[in-house]
């Protein structure tokens, strides 16, 4: 494995550290060990609000400092790059004022938790790269090798032109109706729920996929479970104010018709996120519980010999592979964010626009917005605004 401990540093500054602070973390300290960088990033300084568990993040995760404001981790010299792992209420204004600060932002998904927000980080977002930075998604599925593999494969035609594209991503931690009343089950919070949560991802995987927006969606949501018991308080209860489940249909703008279903109450279903995409030449299939693996049947072949086959996506010429290990020896959930903070790094050095930007994330939020609307419009067809040519790229 190549080290680039050589090259001049990038400091870090990371505000929340539980679940994707935790991972990202692992990006951070592993990212510089598996690829050749031209910046080497540090991790400077991780913030939360609660003096005594900050610093035993920091000193648990690998962070140098700790601070309990996100404003006094923006105004650190050492902090270059300010990493948002906190629930999308704060995304906005956190994002917005790093940017201001002339620092670079990579931002958890969902981009925010309405339109309206997502459309000012990207104001924000095209003023700061005038001045030279960057803004970042966190949508880390895209750097799981099977299915940036798959990108390239759909990108070269090898599947025609479109036809369908059907997506779930499936949990059960919902299902118990005794589960407390979490952040994520309130929309002051989290904007949405399965929807926000887990639709968020396949939407973007959608257009990623086949480089096409979805230009409409007809849908249904549904919350099964209404009120919960309060977190330290399970005497009490409190209403559920976003979706468990969403399900909906739509159109890419090549007329390729699309299924997404989410839900966070499939009960079995742990994290199961499956995609497939059907051409006139060809189809692929992934599966998450499988994620070294990409199905591919190549239709152009005669019948008697085509058919799914398995490809272990593992080999050096394979996207992200050239850091790790010999073919054969898998990968995980974790290397989707070493391989995130890959990208962003060189786009850094190297002047570029690291993807998903923020554009890419107010997109995904007009799909979610337009969800929502045809679920309560008992499940008209309605129609996402196309990204304004000045926000393309952004
Ligand atoms: N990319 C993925 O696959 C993925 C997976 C899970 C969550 N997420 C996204 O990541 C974000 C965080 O989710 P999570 O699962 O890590 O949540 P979490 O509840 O595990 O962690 C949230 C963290 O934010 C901190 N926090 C909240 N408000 C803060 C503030 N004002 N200042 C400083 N710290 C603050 C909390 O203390 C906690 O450390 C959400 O936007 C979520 O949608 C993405």
């Not at 299902?175 to 002051?188: F, I, Q, S, Y």
């Not at 989410?262 to 599966?287: H, M, P, Q, W, Y």
């Not at 020896?329 to 070493?338: I, N, Q, R, S, V």
């Not at 998903?356 to 008209?380: K, M, Y």
Request: proline letters at 6%; aromatic letters at 6%; a negative charge.
């Amino acid at each position: 494995m190549p080290h680039s401990t050589t090259a001049p540093t990038l400091g870090v500054g990371m505000v929340g550290y539980a679940f994707m602070g935790a991972a990202h973390s692992q990006g951070w300290r592993t990212v510089a060990r598996a690829f050749d960088l031209p910046l080497t990033p540090v991790m400077a300084a991780v913030c939360g609000r609660d003096p005594e568990a900050v610093a035993a993040a920091a000193g648990r995760l690998g962070w140098a400092a700790a601070e309990t404001d996100w404003r006094a981790l923006i105004a650190r010299e050492d902090v270059q790059l300010v990493d948002i792992c906190t629930p999308g209420d704060s995304h906005a204004e956190i994002a917005i004022a790093a940017l201001e600060a002339g620092k670079h932002v990579l931002c958890e998904k969902p981009l925010a938790n309405n339109e309206a927000e997502a459309q000012a980080m990207v104001e924000a977002a095209r003023a700061a790269r005038d001045r030279g930075q960057v803004a970042m998604v966190g949508f880390n599925y895209r750097r799981v090798p099977a299915l940036a593999h798959a990108r390239r494969l759909i990108a070269e035609g090898r599947l025609g032109s479109l036809r369908h594209l059907r997506a779930t991503y499936l949990q059960d931690w919902g299902t118990d109706p005794a589960g407390p009343l979490v952040w994520r089950m309130r929309k002051e919070k989290a904007g949405s729920g399965a929807l926000g949560d887990l639709g968020a991802h396949v939407v973007d995987l959608a257009q990623y996929l086949t480089g096409e927006p979805i230009t409409g969606v007809s849908a249904q949501v549904e919350t099964f479970i209404r009120r919960r018991p309060l977190p330290g308080d399970p005497e009490r209860t409190g209403e559920v104010t976003v979706d468990d489940a969403a399900l909906f249909t739509g159109r890419l703008a090549s007329g390729a018709l699309a299924s997404f279903e989410v839900s966070r109450l499939a009960a079995g279903r742990k994290n199961a996120l499956t995609i497939e995409v059907n051409g006139a030449e060809g189809s692929l299939s992934f599966d998450l519980e499988r994620l070294n693996e990409l199905e591919f049947h190549d239709h152009t072949l005669p019948a008697a010999e085509a058919g799914f086959r398995r490809i272990l996506v593992t080999e050096p010429d394979h996207p992200y592979l050239e850091g790790w290990w010999p073919p054969g020896h898998g990968l995980g959930y974790e290397h989707t964010f070493t391989h995130q903070a890959r990208d962003l790094v060189r786009a850094i050095a190297e002047g570029g626009r690291p993807a998903p930007g923020f554009a890419e994330g107010l997109q995904v939020q007009r799909v979610l917005a337009a969800v929502e609307e045809s679920a309560r419009n008992d499940s008209v067809f309605t129609p996402v605004p196309l990204p304004a040519r000045d926000e393309q790229g952004e």
